[in-house]
């Protein structure tokens, strides 16, 4: 079941004018630069929802890719699709300094084919998918109002680890609802935090701010 989904969206349900933005999607070169703006931006107008949403969204990251995914890749060690299968069509963007440039430039499109060297076992989990529904989920609970629509990237750019051939639909399925459920354990342990220790640690700022996430 897990095969003949990859294949419908790695090869069945493609088409060339979604090549690009796919593999864009898939390129965390891309995303960083306007992700390290956005994230000033916040800090320096987002008030205390901003800050409060960068440093959940920073510690679940945290937890979440070096704690959660980096661990499970080396234990589970699932190869990826285009490392054990034929006829895998993997997306990347060109080589280009900076990466921007690749937009216009032709996409790198491989197929694969038998491998002689052992797979690397990286498959599972995605930590694309994983960190952005980490990032889509604290946003949901702090911004409640419009936050849920982080989830729209997020899912944009899990499907496209699927599209580019580097991960199984079932790793990124399992790694959305992973990122979310990290996501959520976060928040919940950092409220308890601030409500036991923020009156005795930063007094005012508990004043001020009782609720760590406030309504």
């Not at 079941?1 to 864009?24: E, G, K, R, S």
């Not at 898939?26 to 995303?31: G, I, K, Q, R, V």
């Not at 430039?105 to 060297?117: D, E, F, N, T």
């Amino acid at each position: 079941m897990d095969q003949h989904f990859l294949f419908l969206i790695n090869a069945t349900w493609t088409t060339p004018w979604l090549d690009m933005p796919m593999a864009a999607a898939s390129s965390w070169d891309l995303w960083w630069p306007p992700a390290v703006i956005g994230g000033l931006l916040l800090l320096i107008f987002g008030g205390w929802r901003g800050f409060v949403f960068l440093l959940l969204a920073g510690m679940s990251v945290g937890v979440t890719d070096g704690l959660v995914v980096d661990p499970l890749k080396g234990l589970v060690g699932r190869p990826r699709p285009h490392e054990i299968l034929e006829g895998v069509r993997t997306l990347d963007l060109a080589k280009a300094k900076p990466r921007i440039l690749a937009i216009g430039k032709p996409l790198r499109v491989q197929y694969s084919a038998a491998r002689i060297h052992p797979p690397t076992g990286n498959s599972f989990p995605s930590g694309h998918a994983s960190n952005n529904f980490t990032v889509a989920t604290v946003c949901a609970v702090v911004y409640r109002r419009w936050g849920w629509l982080a989830f729209l990237p997020a899912a944009f750019v899990s499907y496209s680890r699927i599209y580019v051939g580097s991960h199984w639909p079932l790793d990124v399925i399992v790694s959305c609802f992973l990122g979310a459920g990290i996501a959520l354990l976060v928040m919940a342990v950092a409220t308890w935090v601030w409500r036991t220790w923020g009156p005795k640690m930063l007094p005012r700022w508990s004043a001020k701010h009782p609720e760590l996430l406030e309504s």
